[in-house]
């Protein structure tokens, strides 16, 4: 039993090890200019939302652009930008290679990437002035 075990265990950590190398190997590529369209509902806590949010009424829609400008692996920075901000982001992508998570001045994206040249956007932001719930689709533009 103490063999099979042993050899269960080799197998294991084999596949493990394949899989993270597998993983590791084909990370997506982020770096580029992305065209943003999004939908967001907001709720204004006061007269009027803050300066960096970029959405300004309750029921809102976007055009924006994120520009990915550096990544290493699996993290990478850049920036959003709108008429009406411009922010920096940091973020990483998924041990599953589809997913990326990033954070902005006051929020957080949870994200897919559908293909290569596209990615699922949901952004969140609770602040004193504004909270906001938005979804979007970025395309990849250079």
Do not use: C
């Not at 042993?6 to 190398?21: E, K, N, Q």
């Not at 957080?108 to 290569?116: A, E, M, N, R, Y």
């Amino acid at each position: 039993m103490r063999k099979k075990l042993t050899s269960v265990s080799i197998i294991f950590l084999a596949a493990v090890a394949f899989s993270a190398a597998w993983a590791q190997s084909d990370i997506p590529n982020l770096v580029g200019k992305w065209k943003i369209e999004a939908e967001a509902g907001v709720l204004i806590k006061g007269e009027k939302t803050s300066d960096i949010t970029h959405h300004e009424t309750a029921f809102s829609t976007l055009k924006a652009e994120m520009v990915v400008e550096k990544q290493k692996s699996r993290v990478f920075t850049g920036y959003f930008k709108s008429p009406k901000a411009t922010e920096k982001i940091a973020g990483v992508i998924g041990l599953d290679n589809k997913t990326f998570y990033y954070v902005d001045t006051d929020g957080i994206v949870d994200g897919k990437i559908v293909t290569p040249d596209k990615l699922y956007i949901i952004y969140r932001h609770v602040k004193p002035s504004d909270s906001m719930a938005a979804v979007a689709l970025a395309t990849r533009q250079e």
